[in-house]
């Protein structure tokens, strides 16, 4: 069956350092992948999209690398602030009228 | 430019009842998608509907039906509810080939 896994155990990081975080998948074929900012008692936000033809994509401080030979996306955040505290979610899509995936999610807090 | 909107905010029902919640996407969409959120986990996907059909489907079971108006507006109905249904819907919209906007959802609590 599909999978998608992200980092389960919360991330703690100092600010101004790098944030990672990781989305792995089986069992599927992405056309597609998204992801979403989530804060609490809020809906997700849309952050970057990737396609199965790109490698990388940018936008402002995030980056996001999308890997369809390990089946793995990496999300980053440079100088990390406490402001980025939130949970992430990375989502899978098909493509055209196929229904999006979400992971479990990542929480991360950025501590001062 | 308003965004999703979802109504209730909270609802609180009991075993067996039924329930709807409403939505109305971001001016422009004319897709609307639904998700229920339980705590700790990630979006699952109900259904999506387009042009007033339903036209996806996750794993939920016939007591989760919807509806889309020719407003693009939408109703999420739940009947004979459990207490696993307890968990926040969200609403999200989009148009073709676009990422979706959601809504910040109604928080269902069953007793």
């Known amino acids: 069956s599909q999978k998608i896994e992200q980092n389960s155990e919360a991330l703690n990081i100092q600010e101004g350092k790098t944030a990672t975080l990781t989305c792995n998948y089986t069992?599927?074929?992405?056309?597609?992948l998204q992801w979403y900012r989530q804060d609490p008692g809020r809906g997700p936000v849309f952050l970057l999209l990737?396609?199965?033809?790109?490698k990388e994509k940018r936008k402002e401080r995030l980056k996001v690398t999308f890997d369809t030979t390990l089946k793995q996306s990496l999300f980053h955040i440079t100088a990390s602030q406490p402001a980025d505290s939130a949970t992430y979610l990375c989502a899978l899509d098909r493509g055209g009228y196929q229904k999006v995936t979400f992971g479990t999610g990542t929480k991360l807090q950025v501590i001062p | 430019d308003a965004g999703v909107t979802q109504s209730p905010t909270h609802l609180i029902k009991t075993r067996g009842q039924q329930v709807t919640l409403r939505c109305s996407p971001k001016s422009g969409h004319d897709t609307v998608s639904w998700y229920q959120q339980a705590l700790g986990q990630g979006p699952q996907f109900i259904f999506q509907?387009?042009?007033?059909?339903?036209?996806q489907r996750g794993n939920f079971p016939d007591r989760f039906s919807g509806h889309q108006f020719p407003n693009y507006s939408s109703e999420l109905n739940v009947n004979a509810l459990l207490l696993g249904d307890s968990a926040l819907y969200l609403c999200a919209s989009s148009l073709m080939g676009t990422a979706a906007h959601f809504g910040d959802g109604t928080r269902l609590s069953i007793l």
């Open positions: 509907y387009y042009e007033e059909e339903e036209r």
């Open positions: 990737i396609r199965e033809n790109e």
């Open positions: 069992n599927y074929s992405p056309a597609y």
